[in-house]
């Protein structure tokens, strides 16, 4: 008898471990046919794939052939509309072929980003190039996050490691020991103020400063506030600066707010989530004038670059001060893991030990894909995509602005263009405004968001996703204009 016990079945591995080859041929012609965008919306279809796709706990699996069929014919045809070349309402979109395949090949041979490997190398040149790609200053330490809400929490948790270690505190040890602050703009992501209540800081410790007209931060409104705050006995932590806000694209006036960084002693945080890469465009580069003078930068891969989701990206002046904020500390079960003396095997080191610099441990290779996205078109490629994408919000600005029937609410900045329909026999414009935002997303060609500029609701597409070209801003013109023209009839009807 085996000294293990009678041999069984259910000793052998029941999931395929290999076969990939097989099971991507059998996907590949329904992800084709999903970016071919025929399939309508899935919520359409909602009981038809709930019945398809749920069920009890499985007690026996299905095996591996009938999983991809599941997900081929009833998964992937009811995924999300953001792909669409005519939705321009998130500022997430659909990934491009190269950084799906990238981040594939990472689930097959990287399952992490450690280690002396290609994967690990390419996490340090493809944080290096962006840097490059986008005249970040020299030497600033990248980390790769889940997104841009997670690289906001990790720059201003460096921001708030530098200003209490400058009054003798070590926050990361310690906690804090007095009341904060931090200041920014209206028009910030409410990440910002979430990062805020993480770091301990509090959501309160956010000092809200007014925009102007053009949705840029006031600057004498900064300097008041950092004023009295001071006076107030509140620590500052940081100043955030937009380099392109969710709602409207619009850029801080980062130089002025950097001046004012530099001489009261403040860190200076740029938020370049969506708008970081705008900079490629020398119709707008001037606008980022400041930039060098950042202690903390973020930008988000998975918005503009085209990344799969998932993928965000923050660079701190320094990386010691990093590494103080966010060390995870010795772990005794990595003790003698590694040959202390020459690397012979990749796992004799971690290589750049990115764990220490963020607040995950566990996570992908995330450098490989945007290495991918980088090296399938280089500069010039991903600067042809902004320039396109900013050259549409001011193609409808101008569309917009000839039109009786369209008002231009902001003139664009980047690539988002904020106007509504105005005709008064439509009745109140917000209301008609928003009754035109339905129609637009039920018939599903068109697919802005809305925002309020001034109080105001407008349509608010912002071109963005790699599929989303020129055609596309006629194209919504032609439909606000039939929808609000078809409004009016009705509004005469009754
Ligand atoms: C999208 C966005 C964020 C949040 O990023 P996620 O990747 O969604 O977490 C933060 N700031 C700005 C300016 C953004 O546009």
């Known amino acids: ?25 059998q996907l590949g012609p329904h992800l084709d046919k999903f970016l071919e965008f025929e399939h309508g919306d899935a919520y359409e279809r909602a009981a038809q794939w709930q019945a398809a796709l749920g069920g009890e706990l499985p007690q026996q699996g299905i095996g591996l052939r009938a999983l991809i069929q599941l997900i081929g014919t009833q998964l992937v045809p009811n995924g999300s509309a953001l792909t669409k070349p005519g939705c321009t309402s998130w500022i997430t979109t659909g990934a491009t072929t190269a950084g799906i395949v990238a981040s594939l090949s990472a689930s097959v041979a990287s399952p992490q980003r450690f280690g002396l490997t290609a994967f690990n190398f ?3 040149l493809s944080l290096n190039w962006m840097a490059n790609l986008f005249g970040l200053p020299e030497h600033m330490q990248g980390v790769y996050t889940s997104g841009g809400s997670v690289a906001n929490l990790i720059a201003l948790g460096a921001a708030r490691q530098e200003a209490f270690e400058a009054i003798g505190v070590d926050p990361a040890q310690d906690g804090l020991s007095q009341p904060c602050v931090l200041f920014a703009s209206e028009a910030s992501h409410h990440t910002i103020n979430r990062a805020a209540a993480v770091l301990g800081m509090g959501r309160s410790a956010v000092q809200t400063i007014a925009i102007d007209s053009s949705g840029r931060m006031d600057v004498t409104a900064l300097e008041h506030s950092i004023i009295e705050s001071v006076a107030a006995n509140q620590l500052p932590i940081a100043i955030v600066a937009n380099a392109g806000t969710t709602s409207a694209g619009v850029i801080d006036p980062i130089s002025s707010m950097a001046e004012l960084a530099q ?38 891969p998975h918005k503009w670059l085209g990344a799969p989701v998932g993928i965000g990206a923050a660079y701190v002046r320094n990386a010691e001060l990093l590494q ?10 990595f003790e003698r893991s590694f040959n202390p003396g020459t690397a012979q095997s990749s796992l004799d080191r971690l290589g750049t030990p990115y764990s220490e610099f963020g607040v995950e441990l566990s996570a992908p290779a995330r450098g490989v894909t945007v290495w991918a996205l980088i090296k399938e078109i280089g500069q010039a490629g991903l600067r042809e995509r902004v320039e396109r994408h900013n050259t549409m919000a001011r193609d409808l600005a101008e569309q917009v602005t000839a039109h009786p029937q369209l008002e231009l609410l902001l003139p664009p900045t980047l690539s988002i263009c904020c106007f509504r329909f105005n005709d008064e026999r439509c009745g109140e414009l917000n209301e008609a405004n928003r009754l035109i935002h339905r129609r637009l997303v039920m018939s599903g060609e068109n697919i802005p968001s809305t925002t309020r500029i001034g109080g105001v609701l407008a ?6 996703g790699a599929r989303t070209g020129l055609e596309q801003v006629s194209n919504l013109v032609a439909e606000v204009l039939e929808v609000g023209n078809s409004l009016i009839k009705e509004h005469d009807n009754v």
């Open 263 to 300: 001489r009261y002693g403040i860190w200076l945080h740029i938020d370049g989530a969506y708008g970081l890469p705008g900079v490629l465009d020398s119709r707008v580069t001037h606008l980022y004038e400041g930039l060098r003078a950042a202690d903390s930068v973020i930008v988000d």
């Open 122 to 124: 390419l996490e340090d």
């Open 324 to 333: 103080r904020a966010f060390t995870q500390e010795p772990a005794d079960y």
């Open 459 to 464: 349509l608010r597409p912002c071109f963005l």
């Open 1 to 25: 008898m085996n000294l293990l016990g009678p041999v069984s079945d259910s000793i052998e591995e029941r999931a395929e471990c290999a076969e990939l080859n097989t099971a991507l041929r």
